[in-house]
């Protein structure tokens, strides 16, 4: 089928937006392709079904992130299915607008708990069951390198500890062929951004602006750089911050 021929893909997040590209990208190039989902059970099968559909493989496993435990439970689910994994993409996030003085300490923790501190364990206890040569990417944000939202500090903050994890790991890893990257979109057309992106004309033409290229981001055009670091043609790319935020901090 392609250049994933023969490897299992694991996507945290896999169900919908971003992740939900992945997914699909990485099994019509070949992966066998595990989506996680943390609540949205019909989101992930109906991923799924779409992998299959284009003549790809994948199953679904479900598991909350940002709760003791999250990492083992999700690994188990996983081990029930698949026996080792060549490429992890550590997707899955939150994040809601909320000025400084109203962050509760109850948000803050879930932001961290969800996007920094999941994905450390995941891959920590992911590279038992890693192939040599296998691949690590995370999903970061334009906003852990300029401060475009205010609002959303306490996201950024969690990206930027992404980011440093990223640094970090491919040191920890590089010596068994691992590369881990961290790809950086900026506003994507997904349902997360759909409340205010998709029903206001003078904030998509807002969002659109933000690109050197007129335009607002879509999951493919993330799902591509990661299918590039997840081939062969990216083994010699590692520990870098990939800025794919269309050109937004030119």
Do not use: C
């Amino acid at each position: 089928m392609g250049s994933l021929e023969g490897k299992t893909a694991l996507v945290t997040g896999g169900s919908r937006g971003i992740g939900r590209a992945i997914a699909e990208r990485l099994g019509r190039d070949g992966a066998r392709v595990a989506v996680h989902y943390g609540t949205n059970e019909v989101a992930a099968k109906e991923t799924v079904a779409a992998i299959e559909a284009a003549g790809g493989s994948a199953f679904a496993i479900g598991q909350e992130l940002g709760v003791p435990g999250d990492a083992a439970a999700l690994w188990e689910a996983f081990d029930r299915q698949a026996d080792g994994v060549d490429i992890l993409v550590n997707n899955a996030g939150i994040g809601q607008p909320v000025p400084f003085g109203e962050v509760t300490e109850e948000a803050y923790d879930r932001h961290f708990g969800v996007n920094a501190k999941a994905p450390f364990f995941v891959a920590q206890l992911g590279l038992a069951r890693m192939r040599d040569r296998g691949r690590i990417v995370n999903i970061s944000s334009g906003l852990s390198r300029a401060a475009m939202m205010p609002d959303q500090i306490t996201y950024a903050m969690t990206k930027g500890a992404l980011d440093v994890f990223t640094r970090y790991l491919s040191k920890v890893v590089g010596a068994r062929g691992i590369t881990v990257n961290a790809v950086a979109p900026g506003i994507i057309d997904t349902d997360i951004n759909a409340d205010w992106l998709r029903t206001d004309d003078a904030a998509w033409a807002e969002a659109a602006a933000y690109s050197v290229f007129g335009r607002v981001g879509e999951g493919s055009d993330i799902a591509d750089v990661v299918a590039f670091l997840a081939s062969e043609d990216g083994r010699w790319i590692t520990g870098q911050w990939l800025d794919a935020t269309g050109g937004s901090l030119a």
